[in-house]
């Protein structure tokens, strides 16, 4: 399975690695087989030795050049980090993205062969209006991508889930997931308000290859519990 943390705009640099120190160390102590990717802020991403994975929450697609307040390929090279969050909500809705500009950072980074975890999900207005206009809405979102690309992971993240405690029910994610796999046989990730009380029910549904954990994640010993769920589920 894929635990991945997205710690968004928290921890320094110093803390990142205090954390990924001690998740590598859990995840070799308890010889665990998880795919585990943490995305870190930029100015916490760092050279790694252990099997975390580490990914960039953003980049823009090109290799440098004059892009204020962006990174490129050139910084990511820096620390050998050859995985990629695109299109997460926070970055289509906060930050404007559009689908136009997802895609182009997609081929981009697609072209280089990274590990690409691309999010998709509806905010509450799309959900309310029933499952039509939501399995629409969430389609629009796979425009331009590349669904048979080979390191592709796709995450699923209802935008009212995210950072609100609030979840579908298990049979709704089921649903939603079984529906997405017909659009790409990608890993599909589940997101939005995992925590260690539920991350085991949520890993545990058909159709859902890992979680996508943002503020539950941020203490390391709570992500290493739903590491360790993940792990327990497959053997
Ligand atoms: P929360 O787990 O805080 O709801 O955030 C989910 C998320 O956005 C992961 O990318």
Same mark, same amino acid.
């Not at 769920?229 to 053997?235: G, I, T, V």
């Given at each position: 399975?894929?635990?991945?943390?997205? @710690?968004?705009?928290?921890?320094?640099?110093?803390?990142?690695?205090?954390?990924?120190?001690?998740?590598?160390?859990?995840?070799? /102590?308890?010889?665990?087989?998880?795919?585990?990717?943490?995305?870190?802020?930029?100015?916490? #991403?760092?050279?790694?030795?252990?099997?975390?994975?580490?990914?960039?929450?953003?980049?823009?697609?090109?290799?440098?050049? !004059?892009?204020?307040?962006?990174?490129?390929?050139?910084? #990511? &090279?820096?620390?050998?980090?050859?995985?990629? #969050?695109? =299109?997460?909500? &926070?970055?289509?809705?906060?930050? =404007?993205?559009?689908?136009?500009?997802?895609?182009?950072?997609?081929?981009?980074?697609?072209?280089?062969?990274?590990?690409?975890?691309?999010?998709? =999900?509806?905010?509450?207005?799309?959900?309310?209006?029933?499952? &039509?206009?939501?399995?629409?809405?969430?389609?629009?979102?796979?425009? =331009?991508? /590349?669904?048979?690309?080979?390191? #592709?992971?796709? !995450?699923?993240?209802?935008?009212?889930?995210?950072?609100?405690?609030?979840?579908?029910?298990?049979?709704?994610?089921?649903?939603?997931?079984?529906?997405?796999?017909?659009?790409?046989?990608?890993? @599909?990730?589940?997101?939005?308000?995992?925590? *260690?009380?539920?991350?085991?029910?949520?890993? !545990?549904?058909?159709? *859902?290859?890992?979680? @996508?954990?943002?503020?539950?994640?941020?203490? *390391?010993? /709570?992500?290493?519990?739903?590491?360790? /769920?993940?792990?327990? @589920?497959?053997?």
């Amino acid at each position: 399975m894929i635990v991945s943390a997205n @710690l968004k705009t928290n921890l320094t640099r110093a803390t990142t690695d205090k954390y990924l120190e001690e998740l590598n160390k859990f995840l070799n /102590d308890t010889s665990s087989s998880q795919e585990v990717i943490v995305f870190p802020a930029m100015t916490s #991403l760092n050279k790694q030795n252990g099997s975390v994975i580490v990914g960039t929450q953003n980049a823009y697609a090109t290799r440098n050049g !004059a892009f204020t307040g962006e990174i490129g390929l050139e910084q #990511l &090279e820096e620390f050998g980090i050859k995985t990629i #969050l695109i =299109g997460h909500s &926070e970055r289509r809705h906060i930050l =404007g993205e559009s689908q136009e500009e997802l895609v182009k950072k997609f081929n981009f980074y697609k072209e280089l062969g990274f590990k690409i975890v691309y999010c998709v =999900g509806e905010p509450l207005e799309v959900r309310k209006a029933g499952d &039509e206009d939501m399995m629409k809405y969430i389609s629009a979102q796979y425009k =331009g991508i /590349d669904t048979t690309y080979k390191n #592709l992971i796709i !995450a699923y993240e209802p935008v009212w889930a995210i950072g609100t405690g609030l979840t579908p029910t298990l049979e709704d994610i089921q649903k939603i997931h079984t529906e997405l796999k017909e659009k790409s046989s990608a890993p @599909l990730l589940y997101g939005g308000s995992v925590k *260690v009380a539920n991350a085991k029910d949520v890993l !545990a549904v058909k159709n *859902v290859d890992g979680i @996508l954990v943002g503020s539950a994640a941020l203490k *390391v010993e /709570d992500f290493c519990s739903m590491c360790e /769920d993940a792990q327990k @589920l497959e053997q």
